[in-house]
């Protein structure tokens, strides 16, 4: 019997992602495999039924989960779908298993393997499996994009008959592939871009864009081309530094993520943010956040989401950064 392949339509508030896009399911289905989609997961996507071809629906989720040999997901499924797997069933998608004991506990109990696909190792053999990679050149750049809809400016440089518009300046707080993006879409869009990155190896990426890349005399260089966590000391250091580019920005666009180990970045974030009131300022970020704090009005917050699911709150040293040079500013 061919294997069965089931996507579910995502529940989780704001996710317009689907599992599997109708090119995909047309390849599984030439492999062999039978691709079982709940009517209308693809519908946020701009995916309708129809551009799925070879394909079987079902009206509910209750005949995806029952008959799925292999469940491909976005977010983590619910600790009840994994109940109702079948022994032996597979699951993949971002799960974020530190973070969701209930659902291991299911998936463990219930006798269903599961893969974490944020998990998977960042090495040359599996590229081909890099599921975080897309979503983060995404993030950076719709970030951007949206950051620069927001602003009450321009982002290039304009020269008219009543004068010289200024550029707008953007600073873009990590380097990875959503920050490098987002460096790339303000520069395109004709802003004066800055960076900043604990990774001391991201500088010379940064310059390659045609971005200045700020020096806070802070490296954190860790494993597997990741960042460690800072000492109370190297973050006030950084602080100080960033306070000043803050201060000085017009966009602000932040791609700092959740640990995969699972801990929690520190919960200051929101607090800090009820404390802005300078209207104009843009705080775009490609992190996923499950609040954006009491904003006074006048003020803006974007908030992208990546492929990670929500967090508690960014680091600490982004939002108190924010919080008082903004003040300064005022």
């Known amino acids: 019997m061919p294997v069965t392949i089931g996507v579910l339509k995502e529940t989780v508030r704001g996710e317009n992602r689907v599992a599997i896009v109708p090119e ?15 009517r209308g997961a693809g519908a946020a996507a701009r995916f309708p039924d129809a551009q799925y071809k070879d394909v079987a629906f079902a009206d509910g989720a209750d005949g995806v989960i029952a008959a799925a040999d292999l469940l491909f997901t976005v977010q983590p499924p619910d600790a009840a779908v994994a109940a109702r797997l079948k022994p032996g069933a597979v699951v993949a998608g971002f799960l974020s ?5 209930p659902l291991v506990r299911a998936l463990r109990e219930h006798k269903v393997t599961s893969f974490a696909m944020e998990l998977v190792p960042r090495i040359s053999r599996a590229q081909s499996m890099d599921a975080l990679s897309s979503q983060a050149a995404v993030a950076g750049y719709k970030a951007v994009l949206i950051g620069a809809a927001a602003l009450d400016k321009f982002f290039p440089m304009l020269t008219t008959a009543a004068g010289t518009i200024r550029p707008a300046t953007v600073l873009v707080i990590g380097a990875g592939v959503a920050g490098l993006q987002a460096i790339a ?3 395109r869009l004709g802003a004066v871009v800055e ?3 604990v990774r001391s190896a991201t500088r010379e990426q940064v310059k390659s864009l045609g971005a200045k890349f700020v020096e806070t005399g802070v490296t954190a260089e860790g494993t597997g081309g990741y960042a460690r966590e800072l000492t109370a000391e190297e973050k006030a250091k950084q602080q100080e530094v960033l306070d000043a580019r803050i201060a000085a920005a017009d966009c602000v666009v ?4 959740p640990a995969f180990d699972g801990s929690q970045l520190p919960p200051s974030g929101p607090a800090a943010m009820s404390t802005i009131t ?3 300022f843009i705080f775009s970020t490609a992190a996923a956040v499950t609040s954006t704090g009491g904003l006074r009005p006048g003020t803006w917050a974007v908030v992208m989401t990546t492929s990670m ?3 508690a709150s960014l680091s600490s040293a982004c939002w108190a950064a924010r919080s008082s040079a903004v003040s300064s500013r005022a």
């Open 254 to 257: 932040t791609t700092v993520s």
């Open 24 to 38: 995909v399911a047309s390849r599984l289905a030439a492999l062999g495999a039978k691709v079982l989609l709940e």
């Open 278 to 280: 300078e209207p104009g």
């Open 185 to 187: 879409t303000a520069k």
């Open 195 to 197: 960076a900043y990155d």
């Open 309 to 311: 699911p929500p967090i």
């Open 97 to 101: 298993p530190h973070n969701q004991a």
